[in-house]
C-alpha cells in the first residue's frame, strides 16, 4: 500500500532528517512512527503527502510514485491529522470537518451528509455540535473533530502526528479507545506519529522505532518490539519497564494455563475430596458434562460436608473468568483486584485451564518470535521487577 524507497531528506541547512528510509505499510495497517525528538518521524510523515518535497528516493502509493499524483488529488487519498495545527477557528466546526470534500468540488448535501456521517462516527453528533465554533469545544473534542476532518473524504490512507498529543491523559486514554474502534470499522492504513510508546503499544498493528537521522532500527509488532527489542538501542527506548508494558500486548496462551483437578457438578463429595488429595493446591475446579466451567470448591468444604453430598450443592461461583487471547494485562488485573491465587481461563464457555501470577510472570518470559536481539539474560531482571 505504501512503500517508501531509500527516502531521504536533507533540509537546505545541511540537516539530514531522513537518511535512507525503506519501509513498507500493508493495506488496512497502522504503523505507529516512534523515536526520540529530532529523529525524522514529522518529516517521513510530511514527505508522505508532499508537505514536504524528498531529497532522494520514491514513495510509492498503491502502485503510484506520489510525486507524480497531483496535489489535490493526493488530498483525497491521504488525509491528515495533526495536533498543532488544530481547526480553522473562524470556520464552524461542521465546515472544519467539511474542509477537504470541499476542496475537492462535492455539493452542498453530499458534505453535509458525510459531515453528519463523521461526526457520528467520533460520537459528536452534528445536530448539537456542527454550528459551534472551535474554541466551544473541549480540547479532547476538538482532537475529535481533527479526526472526522482526516476521514471526511474517505482517503484511504491517514496520516496521524501526535494526534492525541494536546489533551490530559483520561482524554487522550478515551481518545485512544475510540480510535481503536473507528479503525477496527474503517481498515485505513495509517502512518502514526508518537513519542508516546504506550500509545504506540496500544494502537498500532507494528511500530517503527527511529533513531537519528530517521534510521529505522526496527519494524515489528509491538510484542515483538518490547520482548525482543533489535538492538541496544531499541531497548533503550521503550524503557526498562518494557517488561509491564508487554503486559498490554501479550495474549493469554495455552501453554501458559496450569491444570487444577476437575471434578464434576454430579460427583459426590467424597470422591472430589479424593480427586484433589493428591493436588499441589486444596481445591478443584467444577465443570459440567460439557466442560463448561461451573465454579470451583475446597478441600474443607467437601470434609465438612456428608460425603455423599453432590460437588453441585457445594459449589461456588468464580468472581472472574478471562477468555484465551485476553491480554495478560487483564488477567493480571483481575488476580491483583480479587486478590485470587488463580483465575479461569475459558473459550466461550469451555473451561480450559487457571492462570496463576507464576504463569503470568511465565508467560511473560516467553520468548516471542524473532527472538534473538537483545539476549535473555539482559531481559531476565527487567522481568523479575514485574
Ligand atoms: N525546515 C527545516 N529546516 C531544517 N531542519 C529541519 C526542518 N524541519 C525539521 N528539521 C530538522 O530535521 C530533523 C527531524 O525533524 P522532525 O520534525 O522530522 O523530527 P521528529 O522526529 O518528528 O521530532 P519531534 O518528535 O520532536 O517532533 C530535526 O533535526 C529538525 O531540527
Known amino acids: 500500500m ?10 537546505p541547512d545541511g540537516t539530514v532528517a531522513v537518511d535512507s528510509l525503506d519501509m513498507e505499510v500493508t493495506r488496512g495497517e497502522l504503523v505507529a512512527l516512534v523515536g ?3 529523529c525524522g518521524k514529522s518529516t517521513t510523515l510530511r514527505m508522505v503527502n508532499r508537505l514536504v518535497e524528498p531529497t532522494s528516493g520514491r514513495i510509492v502509493l498503491d502502485g503510484d ?6 496535489a489535490v488529488e493526493l488530498r483525497r487519498r491521504i488525509g491528515y491529522v495533526i495536533q498543532q495545527v488544530g481547526l480553522f477557528p473562524h470556520l464552524t466546526v461542521g465546515d472544519n ?3 477537504v470534500p470541499r476542496l475537492l468540488g462535492w455539493d452542498k448535501r453530499r458534505r453535509k451528509e458525510r459531515t453528519a456521517e463523521m461526526m457520528d462516527l467520533v460520537g459528536l453528533p452534528a445536530e448539537k455540535y456542527a454550528d459551534r465554533y ?4 473541549s480540547g479532547g473534542q476538538q482532537q475529535r ?6 476521514l471526511a473524504a474517505d482517503p484511504d490512507v491517514l496520516l496521524m502526528d501526535e494526534p492525541f498529543g494536546a489533551v490530559d491523559p483520561i482524554a487522550r486514554d478515551r481518545l485512544q479507545g475510540e480510535f481503536r474502534r473507528i479503525q477496527s ?3 485505513k492504513t495509517v502512518l502514526f506519529v508518537t513519542h508516546d510508546i504506550d500509545e ?7 511500530i517503527a522505532v527511529f533513531s537519528e537521522g530517521g534510521r529505522l532500527e526496527q519494524l515489528a509488532e509491538p510484542a515483538t518490539v518490547l520482548g525482543a527489542p533489535a538492538n541496544q538501542f531499541v531497548a533503550d527506548f521503550v524503557g526498562s519497564d518494557r517488561g509491564l508494558r508487554r503486559l498490554a500486548v501479550q495474549p493469554v496462551e495455552e501453554d501458559d494455563l496450569v491444570h487444577p483437578p476437575v471434578v464434576r457438578l454430579a460427583d459426590r463429595a467424597a470422591d472430589a475430596r479424593r480427586v484433589i488429595d493428591g493436588a499441589p493446591e486444596p481445591y478443584a475446579v467444577v465443570v459440567d458434562d460439557a466442560g463448561d466451567l461451573r465454579g470451583w470448591v475446597g478441600a474443607r468444604t467437601l470434609e465438612e460436608c456428608p460425603p455423599d453430598a453432590l460437588v453441585e450443592e457445594v459449589a461456588r461461583r468464580f468472581e472472574e473468568t478471562v477468555q484465551i487471547g485476553d491480554f495478560l494485562r487483564r488477567a493480571l488485573s483481575e488476580l491483583v483486584q480479587h486478590d485470587a491465587g488463580w483465575l479461569p481461563v475459558l473459550d466461550g464457555d469451555r473451561f480450559l485451564g487457571v492462570l496463576t501470577p507464576d504463569a503470568v510472570y511465565a508467560a511473560l518470559r516467553r520468548t516471542v518470535p524473532g527472538d534473538g536481539g537483545v539476549d535473555a539474560e539482559h531481559e531476565a531482571p527487567l522481568l523479575r521487577a514485574v
Open 200 to 206: 504506540a503499544v496500544r494502537l498500532a498493528d507494528r
Open 134 to 137: 472551535p474554541h466551544e469545544l
Open 36 to 38: 526520540p525528538s529530532g
Open 65 to 70: 510514485d506520489v510525486t507524480d499524483v497531483s
Open 185 to 187: 470499522e474503517l481498515h
Open 2 to 11: 505504501i512503500r517508501l524507497d531509500g527516502l531521504g531528506k536533507r533540509y
Open 145 to 150: 473533530i481533527g479526526v472526522a476532518r482526516g
Open 97 to 99: 470537518v467539511a474542509t
